[in-house]
């Protein structure tokens, strides 16, 4: 059977792999633009000379040995626990999610035991039970001072909401911290490909039943060609936006060579009301090379009109708006047997790598079973 893979990032590649590997699939993979890899793609830039990750960092993390196992066959792995600092208003960093640290620098206080932090905290936060949105949530933990320095403005810059119309899904991606752990994430597996990702999507696309065609534009004409397309394009976009465009929010990159980078962690926050919402120091992330200060970039969240229509995060509210109008395009995507949309643009979903592969092998086995 001859089936097409629209998009080479996780999710494409993930399916196509697992079709061409039971030998009764041709896989064709197109995608538009000219490299593999999706978002993931890191390449060496040509003024560092080093590898740096050109849709924004991408860090691998992931409760499932499943999952991990599975792309063992295409990497090597290095054992990599990620930290981000925020720039405090007085120009000091912390530790951030916030941990006892942060609150220690930021007030100066001397918190000695997470008792003693939780004991802090609770005289500040707010006592919402149920909280209904983000702010709320935040709120029930932090308090408003905290929320507002830490989130709120973060938050406004990187989707263009306040954190009253945000889902609290979003914010809870960052672990709530009493005691002095600096690290971004609580998963059990945290390590990176040893070579970079895109050597890891080299192997994965290398087989005798997948063609790549790089530079090439899905056209649904293409579609008589093939027995089963698996679409990762924006859905919306695939059905000519027929119930209006879905809102997806974009960032712009700015690079910056020669540039003094004095922290310790890759990744800094700012919590200002500036336009930036982070900057990354690529020579401290693994297989990446180079010095600190060789390639430092930039990220200003935008709406991706304003980005060349490169849709990065899927934007979610508490109106649900988003969320409706994706069930209408859902709903006739289920109308379509020869097609399955994939990834975080087809199934408007805000995935993680792992999520993403997890997902994917599950459509894979799914169509694999259905088929037999
Ligand atoms: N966030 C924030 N301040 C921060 C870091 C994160 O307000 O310093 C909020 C913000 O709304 C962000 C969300 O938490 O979009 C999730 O953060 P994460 O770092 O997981 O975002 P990603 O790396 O996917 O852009």
């Given at each position: 059977m001859k089936t097409l893979v629209v998009g080479a990032g996780f999710a494409g590649a993930v399916i196509a792999r697992e079709l061409a590997c039971t030998e009764r699939y041709n896989v064709t993979v197109i995608d538009?633009?000219?490299?593999?890899?999706?978002?993931a793609y890191d390449p060496v830039h040509p003024e560092s000379g080093a590898r740096y990750h050109q849709y924004g960092p991408h860090i691998f993390h992931t409760n499932s040995g499943d999952v991990v196992d599975y792309l063992s066959q295409f990497t090597k792995w290095v054992p990599y626990r990620h930290q981000v600092r925020a720039i405090l208003p007085g120009g000091q960093s912390a530790p951030m999610p916030i941990n006892r640290d942060t609150l220690n620098t930021h007030y100066g206080?001397?918190?000695?035991?997470d008792e003693e932090m939780r004991d802090y905290l609770g005289q500040i936060r707010e006592p919402i039970d149920e909280p209904a949105n983000a702010e709320e949530h935040l709120f029930s933990i932090y308090g408003r001072e905290l929320t507002e320095l830490f989130f709120g403005r973060y938050t406004r810059k990187m989707w263009g909401l306040e954190l009253s119309d945000m889902p609290i899904s979003v914010v809870a991606r960052l672990p709530v911290r009493y005691g002095q752990d600096p690290h971004y994430f609580n998963d059990e597996y945290q390590i990176m490909p040893a070579d970079g990702y895109l050597a890891l999507f080299e192997k994965m696309l290398d087989h005798e039943n997948i063609q790549v065609r790089l530079n090439t534009a899905f056209d649904k004409a293409m579609e008589s060609q093939y027995d089963h397309v698996f679409n990762s394009m924006p859905i919306d976009e695939y059905f000519d936006n027929e119930f209006g465009p879905l809102p997806y929010r974009s960032i712009r990159f700015e690079h910056r060579f020669n540039e003094v980078f004095d922290h310790d962690v890759p990744t800094v926050n700012f919590t200002?009301?500036?336009?930036?919402t982070r900057k990354t120091?690529?020579?401290?992330?693994?297989?990446?090379?180079?010095?600190?200060?060789?390639h430092v970039t930039y990220e200003t969240p935008c709406s991706y009109e304003d980005n060349d229509f490169e849709r990065y995060y899927p934007i979610k509210t508490v109106d649900g708006w988003p969320q409706r109008r994706y069930k209408q395009y859902e709903a006739l995507a289920k109308q379509r047997d020869n097609v399955t949309f994939i990834g975080r643009c087809g199934q408007y979903q805000y995935y993680d790598m792992h999520q993403v592969v997890a997902n994917s092998l599950m459509i894979a086995q799914k169509f694999l079973d259905g088929a037999r």
């Open positions: 538009k633009r000219p490299h593999i890899a999706g978002n206080l001397t918190l000695s035991s200002d009301d500036g336009r930036y120091c690529w020579a401290l992330y693994p297989a990446c090379g180079g010095a600190p200060g060789d």
